[in-house]
């Protein structure tokens, strides 16, 4: 048996596997959720799927787009600042059990499904299952909201 210095309590070696898996499959679904944020996506990127990202913590995805994760709002809302540099880009994505807002804090951003351009004070707002794909005109600053 094995004592866990964290919690100073008996610790199997099973437990630790277990739990070692745990963070392998976090892992695994943070790099694949990353992966598709950068091209286009069959596959939703869900509820789940951003929780595994950690909080507080700077996640570079590309060489233009940087996301935190904050605490949730409201219980439940997923929340994340987005920094997206001129020509920085989600590639093609959606969500199939959350819904996703994003207010426009500074900048300009297109979808490049609708075309549509955001505008600072604006908020995009796409349904469950609603491809986008936010591409930044300027230096943009967003505050995204993600809702069951």
């Given at each position: 048996?094995i004592m866990?210095?964290?919690?100073n309590?008996?610790?199997?070696?099973?437990?630790l596997?277990?739990?070692?898996?745990d963070v392998?499959k976090n892992?695994?679904t943070?790099l694949?959720?990353?992966?598709?944020?950068?091209?286009?996506?069959?596959k939703p990127i869900?509820?789940?799927?951003?929780e595994?990202?950690p909080?507080f913590?700077?996640?570079?995805?590309?060489?233009?787009?940087?996301?935190?994760?904050?605490?949730?709002?409201?219980?439940?809302?997923?929340?994340?600042?987005?920094?997206?540099?001129?020509?920085?880009?989600?590639?093609?994505?959606f969500?199939?059990?959350i819904?996703?807002?994003?207010?426009?804090?500074?900048?300009?951003?297109?979808?490049?499904?609708?075309?549509k351009?955001?505008?600072?004070g604006?908020?995009?707002?796409?349904?469950?299952g609603?491809?986008?794909?936010?591409?930044?005109?300027?230096?943009?600053?967003?505050?995204?909201?993600?809702k069951?």
């Amino acid at each position: 048996m094995i004592m866990c210095k964290d919690y100073n309590k008996p610790t199997t070696h099973r437990e630790l596997m277990n739990a070692v898996k745990d963070v392998d499959k976090n892992f695994l679904t943070l790099l694949q959720t990353l992966v598709s944020f950068k091209g286009e996506s069959n596959k939703p990127i869900n509820k789940k799927d951003l929780e595994t990202y950690p909080l507080f913590k700077d996640i570079p995805i590309g060489d233009l787009v940087t996301i935190i994760r904050r605490k949730n709002l409201f219980n439940d809302y997923l929340n994340f600042d987005t920094f997206m540099k001129k020509g920085g880009a989600f590639g093609k994505h959606f969500h199939d059990d959350i819904i996703e807002s994003a207010e426009i804090i500074k900048g300009k951003v297109i979808d490049k499904i609708d075309n549509k351009i955001y505008n600072e004070g604006d908020v995009m707002h796409f349904e469950k299952g609603v491809k986008h794909e936010p591409i930044a005109l300027e230096y943009t600053v967003l505050k995204v909201l993600f809702k069951s």
